[in-house]
């Protein structure tokens, strides 16, 4: 089941800019990944903050979470063409390993 | 990071006949694996939970008949559709949970089912 909604649906930026997207849930979560999919491939994991973290950084890209707002966002810096792609977060709950996953938001980087 | 590698890629086949998708955790050992279906430019749906030596969990709404899954080992579990339709055509993936790499959920590549 999806709980996540994603915020923007699509983005277009040039290449070097940063990226910023949002990702909003309704429940309680222990867990929130953030995965990123081209166009007809798998996901590919990117980060994984807890819910007791509030930021995390993993090379270009800066996640935070709020649970108070229920509210996550991932940035990603100085862009690249390859950053293309889906961009899907996804929360488990305490205990259940299963993933809902948001509608994701569309990157594109113009070169 | 761990490797999850689903087989076939690609698969065609007519309808009414049984197609298997296999997902296997590489490098890690996977007590719990997972079955999504993506439609074309929508998100990830759950379709059941795949628990080594124990049945699936199904999600609601999915026919249990239709999608066969067995997780006999901790490295492999397997999708079959059966009694394929076209309708079933979509983007099937798999996903594992590593306990090892603090349950961390890794996805494999994907597979496209085309019936035809």
């Known amino acids: 089941s999806q709980q996540g909604e994603e915020d923007p649906q699509a983005l277009s930026i040039q290449e070097g800019e940063n990226a910023t997207m949002n990702c909003s849930y309704k429940?309680?979560?222990?867990?929130l990944q953030w995965y990123r999919q081209n166009s007809g491939r798998g996901l590919v994991h990117l980060i994984l903050?807890?819910?007791?973290?509030r930021e995390k950084h993993s090379g270009r890209l800066r996640v935070t979470l709020d649970t108070s707002k229920k509210s996550s966002s991932l940035l990603i810096t100085a862009s690249r063409a390859a950053d293309t792609a889906s961009y899907f977060c996804?929360?488990?709950?305490?205990?259940?390993?299963?993933?809902?996953f948001g509608a994701g938001t569309t990157v594109t980087v113009r070169a | 990071g761990a490797v999850v590698s689903q087989h076939p890629s690609r698969v065609i086949c007519k309808s009414g006949t049984s197609v298997k998708i296999e997902c296997r955790s590489l490098?890690?050992?996977?007590?719990?694996m997972f079955w999504y279906r993506q439609f074309p430019k929508q998100s990830l749906m759950l379709m059941a939970t795949?628990?080594?030596?124990?049945?699936?969990?199904?999600e609601q709404g999915v026919e249990k008949d239709k999608f066969l899954i067995n997780h006999a080992s901790l490295t492999l579990s397997t999708l079959t559709v059966t009694s394929a339709h076209p309708e079933d055509s979509s983007f099937y993936i798999c996903?594992?949970?590593?306990?090892?790499?603090?349950?961390?959920?890794?996805f494999g590549e994907g597979s496209w089912l085309t019936v035809v």
């Open positions: 996903s594992a949970r590593s306990v090892a790499d603090g349950n961390t959920i890794y």
């Open positions: 429940t309680s979560i222990n867990n």
């Open positions: 903050i807890r819910s007791n973290e």
């Open positions: 996804a929360t488990d709950a305490w205990n259940d390993y299963k993933l809902s």
């Open positions: 490098d890690f050992q996977a007590t719990t």
């Open positions: 795949s628990n080594e030596g124990s049945k699936a969990t199904y």
